[in-house]
């Protein structure tokens, strides 16, 4: 309830209405007290004169009551922008010259009226005044303080206008990045899910062909536990090591029907990085590389090695595989979709370097795909 109510506040007195009002206002009563106090004078009244009226007695300096706003438009209208600044000056400086000389028009005029001396009389009152107490620069001064000041007002809203602007702007575009960014990392994603689904569909046909159909209906059930799993994680970029641990040891049971005694699963994970945030679905795609590359083209082969260990800063996820070595050429080498969508994952969601993929030889026998990241964990 005070929020909203301070917000009200805070515009009210913002609000140039408010202000208009309050000139207004002060007009109207400033005009009836001295209407009031010179009225006998006005009806003539010989027991009055206007040497003792407020329009007399009070300082000149009550004139900027109704100069303050007519300073203010002059402002607003003739505006430094562009190359019009020199002519702006130009014509404030002109203007405070007529300000000058109103006050001193104003200071002959009463002169005139106290001493009961004739209109003709004025220009003769002015060149004394200025002959006797010389020129009064003060009330030019005073209008070029009051414009500059609201220059600076202007400008200084203007400035923190822009700021904000710009501010607005960079989270606008920070948000389209992250969205981007979001929808590039789905279409990767989505690129693997057919990849995976595929294989596994295609093992399923050939059970089913093998007349191997109570295997066919495990790796079935199987398969919809894992496409539920990962449609439920679609749209996170990152989740805990536990999280795509679970999700790999699904996928392995699939995998283990379709290479029943072929294949064995290791897993050696560090238990301080069991909580460690990792991209989603970043193991499987390499893991499934590991099966195709290796342990399928090499009849002896048979060990698929998951692992995770933290060096200082960094977490090293591996995924070994006891297969025939890489090939030679490089073209070949990151050509597979596995690979290329987990590079481009990687450049997403870090910056400068701190993630990278190495692919290399295991001697004696062997490849192991290395995925370094920074460590990082939930918030306690």
């Known amino acids: 309830m005070n929020g909203p109510h301070q917000k009200k506040i805070t515009g009210f007195w913002c609000e140039w209405s408010f202000w208009s009002l309050i000139w207004w206002t002060g007009t109207v009563a400033l005009c009836a007290l001295l209407l009031w106090d010179c009225l006998p004078w006005l009806r003539g009244d010989p027991r009055t004169a206007f040497r003792y009226t407020k329009l007399n007695e009070w300082p000149l300096e009550v004139i900027w009551w109704l100069l303050i706003p007519i300073t203010l438009w002059l402002q607003q209208r003739l505006t430094m922008s562009d190359r019009r600044w020199a002519w702006t000056l130009a014509l404030h400086g002109a203007i405070a010259v007529v300000v000058a000389s109103l006050f001193v028009v104003l200071g002959a005029v009463r002169v005139v009226f106290a001493n009961h001396l004739p209109a003709s009389f004025l ?66 994603k989505m690129q693997l899910h057919p990849h995976f689904l595929f294989n596994t569909l295609n093992s399923i046909t050939g059970l089913i062909r093998g007349q191997r159909t109570a295997e066919a209906e495990n790796m079935i059930a199987g398969l919809g536990e894992l496409l539920r799993r990962s449609l439920e994680h679609r749209q996170e970029a990152m989740e805990p090591l536990e999280h795509e641990i679970s999700f790999l040891r699904r996928y392995f049971e699939i995998e283990s029907i379709r290479f029943q005694d072929r294949l064995m699963v290791e897993f050696d994970l560090a238990p301080d990085c069991m909580n460690a945030l990792v991209p989603s679905l970043i193991l499987q795609p390499l893991a499934e590389n590991a099966m195709k590359h290796g342990i399928s083209k090499d009849p002896a082969a048979r060990l698929l090695r998951i692992s995770a260990q933290r060096d200082g800063a960094k977490l090293i996820l591996a995924v070994y595989n006891d297969g025939p070595p890489l090939p030679k050429d490089d073209a070949i080498l990151h050509h597979g979709i596995g690979v290329q969508n987990t590079i481009a994952r990687l450049e997403m969601l870090y910056s400068g370097g701190d993630a990278r993929l190495w692919l290399r030889d295991h001697p004696p026998c062997g490849v192991r795909a290395e995925i370094i990241l920074p460590f990082t964990t939930h918030d306690p």
């Open 123 to 188: 220009p003769v009152v002015i060149d004394d005044l200025c002959g006797m107490n010389g020129w009064n620069y003060t009330p030019a001064l005073v209008y070029l303080l009051l414009t500059f000041g609201f220059y600076g007002v202007a400008f200084y809203r203007e400035s923190r206008d822009g700021q904000k602007l710009a501010g607005e702007l960079r989270v606008a575009n920070a948000r389209l990045e992250t969205r981007l960014v979001r929808a590039s990392l789905d279409a990767l």
